[in-house]
Nanobody, 115 residues
Framework: QVQFVEAGGGLVQPGGSLRLACATS????????LGWYRQAPGKQRELVAR???????NYADSVKGRFTISRDSAKNTLYLQMNNLKPDDTAVYYC?????????WGQGTQVTVSS
């Protein structure tokens, strides 16, 4: 059974930074493109950042220049460095393969940006 375990969320002031981490199995990590997704209250889940096996990265326009996705193959861990956070970044953040598989969603980690 595939598991994604997200961590690193919290409450941060506007302009602050957080680093999210997502652990999963090596079999998934080495085969699939991976993505960070988020879902804000009352909104649909959206793709925030994507990284391929070849380390090609792309980002949603709303986070470009502020967020950085990376992967550590030795630790089977995906990261999302989030800088200059804004209140609109408030959401539950998830990781999954890209495109996502419905049965792979984990619990997510809450990010709240507020003063």
């Amino acid at each position: 059974q595939v598991q994604f375990v997200e961590a690193g969320g919290g409450l941060v002031q506007p302009g602050g930074s957080l680093r999210l981490a997502c652990a999963t199995s090596g079999s998934i990590f080495s085969v699939y493109a991976l993505g960070w997704y988020r879902q804000a209250p009352g909104k649909q889940r959206e793709l925030v950042a994507r990284i391929t096996i070849a380390d090609y990265r792309n980002y949603a326009d709303s986070v470009k220049g502020r967020f950085t996705i990376s992967r550590d193959s030795a630790k089977n861990t995906l990261y999302l460095q989030m800088n200059n956070l804004k209140p609109d970044d408030t959401a539950v953040y998830y990781c999954n393969v890209q495109p996502p598989r419905p049965n792979y969603w984990g619990q997510g980690t809450q990010v709240t940006v507020s003063s």
